[in-house]
């Protein structure tokens, strides 16, 4: 949203919100889940269920941006009312408590996932459980060529890009936004917190029979 907001400064909630729509229908379409999450900590002010996104939306107010912070507020909002619709592709996850991530995880795997809470080994041997931040930039790409590819065939058909921006250049965008936020969450994650160096980073996957 941040790459179609710079095209298009005075995009309305109306418009954004149809950019959305026609990603879901994409998703749909290809028997895809579109996967969103809220915390619990952040559901008490605004309706605003994702830390995350209340963060940026209190930063954009801030800043004097009142009208993209309506934006992403208003298309947060609607995907989570997406979700309660039966047959709808918007699955939401809630997750507990507070940010304690004592350890950034970063996959190498796009096939990979990890809970929230992770089992750790120490160099002493010790087993212990820790909330981690999990960043997997290979499946992140994956997903992000695909939303926006759609968002950029609903861009160009409504006349909202500029005829030299092609999909490519549109993607790489889009990609530049996307690692400099995941790089920007990792490093608030890291401030006030112990170097996570003792535990070992090697991930077990058990074979099914």
């Known amino acids: ?3 179609i907001l710079e ?3 005075d995009l309305s909630v109306e418009e954004a919100i149809g950019i959305a729509q026609a990603i879901l229908k994409a998703y749909q379409e290809a028997g895809l889940r579109f996967h969103i999450h809220t915390d619990t900590h952040a559901q008490e002010e605004n309706g605003i269920g994702c830390g995350h996104v209340k ?3 209190s930063t954009l107010q801030e800043e004097g941006y009142s009208s993209q912070a309506e934006i992403l507020a208003d298309v947060y909002n609607y995907l989570l009312t997406q979700a309660r619709k ?3 592709p918007v699955k939401t996850s809630v997750l507990k408590g507070d940010h304690q991530e004592k350890a950034v995880i970063e996959l190498k795997d796009p096939s990979l996932t990890l809970p929230r809470n992770v089992q750790v080994i120490t ?3 010790d087993r212990r459980s820790i909330q981690a931040f999990v960043n ?3 499946a992140a790409k994956q997903v992000l060529i695909f ?3 759609v968002a950029y065939r609903h861009l160009d058909q409504s006349g909202k890009l500029p005829p030299e921006l092609t ?3 549109f993607f790489n965008l889009v990609w530049t936004k996307y690692n400099n936020q995941a790089t920007q969450t990792t490093q608030a994650l890291a401030k006030g917190r112990p170097t996570i160096s003792l535990y070992d980073s090697t991930i077990t996957r058990k074979e099914k029979d």
Do not use: K, L, R, W
């Open 1 to 3: 949203m941040a790459v």
């Open 7 to 9: 095209y298009n400064p």
């Open 55 to 57: 963060t940026i939306v």
């Open 86 to 88: 039966v047959g709808s």
């Open 123 to 125: 160099e002493e041997g």
């Open 136 to 138: 997997n930039p290979e």
């Open 147 to 149: 939303q926006a590819a």
């Open 167 to 169: 999909p490519d250049a």
